[in-house]
């Protein structure tokens, strides 16, 4: 039996909501998300991986869907109660049921295993429907270069001190993957590549998303020699972000905020770029990307139906054909 195998390149939210778009349209293939692991950071003793644990909520149905991160049905006494003890920092949203998966992730983590085998565990409950694979066994944390307003000096700060308690409001100057010059693809990744008939790049984030997990020594090297086709999809529509603060990353990195933008920062794999295919919203039709074929379709992920559509755009733009 010869099944479709797809491997999706993802983020957190518009990584996990595209996913579950891939699974529904081809509900017979084998799909392997490599998820960004740069936002990972440890609080109150508790490694967190909000990525991998957004796709893993998302596609087993643990999700809460209007914030689009976190538990359905979550509740705050842990945090109210470390907050009492005036326990910092107070500003990360740490749900009850959510520290029961940070507090198996680090016992496990503690014990030895690596990322990729206790996200496996963990998967063994929320059964995702696609094999969930961390970027990297390595720690690889992102962190944001601001001035300090204070000081007038620049500063590092975990993306998530940015992100969450400075409402990424500093702009950033550059990004920097601490500990990337050790890391390496984590198990499955190469193979994935290797098996692939086609590679999807989510709408995920650009810089802290995919140029995080692409960043990842080796990453682009085994990528590049999958033997099915590479399609994007834009993340942004129209000049802005649907959600998130991609609009805050692109210009650090000098890219334009734009589906034209982010198409030639991704470039052609013809010439040394990624993309074979990019999809961007029919408002953005005339987006040029020299070497890159260019689709117009819409890009929401409005509803499960719309999303499954967008994933059989990009199959069809990687001449996979949805019913294997
Ligand atoms: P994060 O890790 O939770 O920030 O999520 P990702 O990096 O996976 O995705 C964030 C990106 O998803 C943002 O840049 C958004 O513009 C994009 N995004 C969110 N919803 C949609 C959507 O419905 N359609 C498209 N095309 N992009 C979306
Ligand atoms: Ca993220």
Not at 49 to 58: K, N, R, S
Request: some cysteine.
């Amino acid at each position: 039996m010869c099944f479709v195998q797809i491997v999706v390149l993802a983020g957190g939210v518009g990584g996990a909501r595209f996913l579950r778009g891939v699974r529904t349209a081809v509900p017979g293939a084998g799909v392997t998300a490599v998820v960004n692991t740069g936002d990972d950071v440890t609080l109150h003793g508790l490694r967190i991986c909000p990525d991998l644990d957004t796709v893993m909520y998302t596609l087993g149905g643990g999700i809460d869907e209007e914030r689009g991160w976190g538990r359905a049905g979550e509740t705050w006494t842990v945090k109210e109660e470390l907050a009492g003890y005036g326990a910092e920092p107070s500003w990360f949203g740490l749900g009850d049921r959510d520290v029961a998966t940070h507090l198996v992730r680090t016992r496990m983590l503690d014990a030895g295993y690596p990322l990729s085998a206790v996200t496996a565990a963990l998967a063994e409950r929320w059964r995702p429907g696609v094999t969930v694979l961390p970027m990297s066994d390595q720690r690889v944390e992102t962190h944001v270069v601001v001035d300090d307003p204070d000081t007038g000096r620049q500063q590092a700060l975990h993306f998530q001190e940015w992100w969450v308690r400075l409402r990424a409001e500093p702009q950033p100057s550059a990004f920097v993957q601490v500990g990337v010059d050790a890391a390496e693809p984590a198990p499955g990744v190469q193979e994935a590549f290797d098996a692939a008939d086609a590679v999807l790049v989510a709408p995920s984030n650009p810089v802290v998303s995919i140029g995080t997990v692409l960043g990842v020594p080796g990453m682009r090297e085994a990528l590049l020699a999958t033997p099915g086709r590479i399609v994007g999809v834009s993340p942004v529509i129209g000049g802005a972000v649907v959600r998130g603060m991609a609009d805050r990353c692109l210009p650090a990195l000098g890219i334009e905020v734009s589906a034209e933008g982010v198409g030639r920062h991704y470039g052609a794999r013809a010439t040394g770029g990624l993309l074979d295919a990019w999809l961007v919203a029919p408002g953005d039709a005339a987006a040029d990307v020299p070497g890159v074929d260019v689709r117009a379709v819409p890009l929401l992920m409005s509803s499960p139906e719309a999303t499954a559509d967008l994933a059989r755009a990009a199959l069809d733009a990687a001449g996979v054909s949805p019913s294997g």
